[in-house]
Nanobody
Framework: VQLQASGGGLVQAGGSLRPSCAAS????????VGWFRQAPGKGREFVAT????????YYLDSVRGRFTISRDIAKNMLYLQMNSLTPEDTAIYYC??????????????????WGQGTQVTVSS
């Protein structure tokens, strides 16, 4: 599967963005999926994940209640709705898919496919 992320941008603190990730090839129902981010000078950080069949989603503590991961099976799309953004959310956001996990994972090494990333910048 190939993943193409888009939908980042520049937003003021308190604003919202919804990055998206388009999958080509196999459908997202064949994979657990997740979003990660990487800020300048930092390692890749888990943000959110949901399992192959949907169900419970899991989030980084600092984004829980502000971010929502979702999939549109018909369109083969993955989304990350981000509300109440803060400058600390500034990063490149990556979507990822895993064939090895059923319920999703917070570990980058569990993912087999990655999108190219989309920049999210939150100004204060």
């Amino acid at each position: 599967v190939q993943l193409q992320a888009s939908g980042g941008g520049l937003v003021q603190a308190g604003g919202s963005l919804r990055p998206s990730c388009a999958a080509s090839g196999r459908t997202f129902t064949s994979y657990a999926v997740g979003w990660f981010r990487q800020a300048p000078g930092k390692g890749r950080e888990f943000v959110a994940t949901v399992g192959r069949t949907g169900g419970d989603a899991y989030y980084l503590d600092s984004v829980r209640g502000r971010f929502t991961i979702s999939r549109d099976i018909a369109k083969n799309m993955l989304y990350l709705q981000m509300n109440s953004l803060t400058p600390e959310d500034t990063a490149i956001y990556y979507c990822a898919a895993s064939v090895r996990t059923l319920y999703g994972s917070s570990l980058p090494n569990d993912y087999d496919y990655w999108g190219q990333g989309t920049q999210v910048t939150v100004s204060s």
